[in-house]
């Protein structure tokens, strides 16, 4: 697996803050003390030189989230045609320079979409609703996830998320092997960027879809999952629970969608059947 890019400019992924306890009954009191608090700061991703969004993220595996933020928006295919990525720091702010193939450079450049302010809500931006993300082709059929091993995945959850240890302000996308076991872990202030962080990695990494699934830390909207199928992964498992929308794009993409994962018990939100192994199969 690829190692996690150094901070850009040396920014931190948190910083300690003054802070002092506070009682409802009385306020404020004690002594002050610290506490950690996860660095939130503008990252600027430009394609061939041009500006395309601004997200507000912990400056962390950059490198990592350039290349999944480019296969989940569309941009490139493959990574194949990503020709590198520069990562320039200004201050409190970081630009990803992201070098596109030729092809991919002119075709990305004849596309027309207004991004301008994007916080990463997923959708904002899009002209109308004929820009509205249009499923891929359904993610390919493969042997199900076994129950024990989302339940071997969760009770190591904790452990792979340092900075939200410290913090309690980030989400985590972690990649799991077919056992559970976790493989991969990236973390944000944002969910988001969480997951495009985690597909960049196993792009980079040539990760075998099939060879595992996601397990996410935050709620799962349309846009989690469309992120996931656009990667190929069959199965997708979130701790809160899917919007409407996220459930129509995980039934039009193939992907089983398991939610509201608990120690000891999970719901599964597709229309499924249990095979013979004790498997989730769609």
Known sequence: MPPNDAPANNLPPAIAASVRAFDYDRGAYGAAGERAIAVETPIEIAFGGAPFAVMMATPTDLEDFAVGFALTEGVVDHPSEI?????????????????????????????????????????????????????????????????????AAFGALDGAQPLNAETRATHGAVWCDRTGAIRLAREDVGRHNALDKLIGALARAAVEPADG???????????????????????????????????????????????????????IFNVLDQDDDGGLAA
């Open 83 to 151: 020709r590198g990525v520069e990562i320039k720091a200004a201050g409190s702010a970081v630009r990803l320079d992201v070098a596109l193939a030729g092809e991919r450079l002119a075709a990305h450049l004849a596309r027309s979409r207004a991004l301008s302010g994007r916080t990463g809500c997923g959708l904002c931006g899009i002209e109308d609703l004929a820009h509205l993300p249009k499923p891929r082709a359904p993610v390919p059929a493969c042997a199900p996830i076994v129950p024990a091993a989302i339940r």
């Open 213 to 267: 699934f996601i397990l996410i830390t935050s709620r799962c909207s349309f846009e989690m999952v469309a992120k996931a199928a656009t990667f190929g992964v069959a199965t997708l498992v979130a701790l809160s629970a899917p919007t409407s929308l996220a459930l129509e794009r995980a039934r039009a993409s193939g992907v089983t969608l398991i939610a509201i994962a608990r120690a000891d018990r999970a719901t």
